[in-house]
């Protein structure tokens, strides 16, 4: 029973438009929601996080949105670049700290030239 | 530092063979977790260590696979006897805190 979902296993962007991941996660105890970033042969490499007292945290180019209520967060990457396209995914934890986090399945962002 | 290291990078191996895994956290880090990414499933959580000590091991499939971390400093991650379905990719990750930094992967292939 996957507690954190990513429905779109590939999305396909044109450069210089918006990418937008979606996740969703049905655990009411997850309070700390991250993304990772994955190209091949390599392991995943922290992109951006936030904290469930949040709706929104920013880094550059990517934005990270946080619904509690709908149990949703998205990713919004703008301007997309090719350098982008890699395998993304989101993860969540529960009560801070040691716990290991729980990961969606990916999705694959290809970003056109 | 040089980030997490797992060898073999590779590993191909017989059915029925034992398999053992092998991860460096970085220095100072306390929680250490083995995962494991098939197409299937993505990426699962076998167990993971605080301070060296097995906290939870629920995501292990079988008893086929043992986990064990005799210092700060190193973890391994044994199947025995390895089968065609443990093929997968297998990464091994450290964190101080909540962010958790991965190694490369071991990419396990059993024939």
């Known amino acids: 029973d996957q507690q954190v979902k990513q429905n779109s296993p590939s999305l396909s962007v044109q450069e210089g438009r918006i990418s937008i991941l979606n996740c969703d996660y049905t655990?009411?105890?997850?309070?700390?929601f991250l993304w990772y970033k994955k190209y091949p042969a390599e392991g995943p490499t922290f992109l951006i996080s936030?904290?469930?007292?949040?709706d929104k945290n920013e880094d550059g180019r990517f934005t990270v949105f946080l619904n509690k209520s709908a149990k949703h967060l998205s990713l919004h990457i703008v301007p997309s670049q090719p350098g982008d396209s890699a395998v993304y995914f989101c993860?969540?934890?529960?009560?801070?700290?040691?716990?290991?986090?729980?990961f969606g399945k990916g999705t694959h962002l290809i970003i056109q030239p | 530092d040089a980030g997490v290291i797992q060898s073999p990078r590779h590993e191909v191996t017989e059915m029925g063979q034992e398999v053992t895994l092998r991860c460096k956290p970085i220095s100072g880090h306390n929680s250490l977790f083995w995962y494991r990414q098939t197409m299937m499933r993505g990426l699962e959580l076998l167990i993971y260590?605080?301070?060296?000590?097995?906290?939870?091991d629920s995501g292990m499939p079988e008893d086929r696979f043992s986990a064990k971390m005799p210092n700060a400093s190193f973890s391994t991650l044994k199947i025995q006897p390895s089968e065609p379905r443990d093929s997968a990719v297998y990464f091994c990750?450290?964190?101080?805190?909540?962010?958790?930094?991965f190694g490369q992967g071991t990419r396990l292939t059993v024939v």
């Open positions: 990750a450290s964190t101080w805190g909540t962010e958790a930094f």
């Open positions: 936030i904290s469930s007292i949040k």
């Open positions: 655990n009411s105890m997850f309070d700390y």
């Open positions: 260590f605080n301070n060296n000590v097995p906290i939870d």
């Open positions: 993860a969540a934890r529960a009560g801070g700290g040691a716990d290991g986090l729980t």
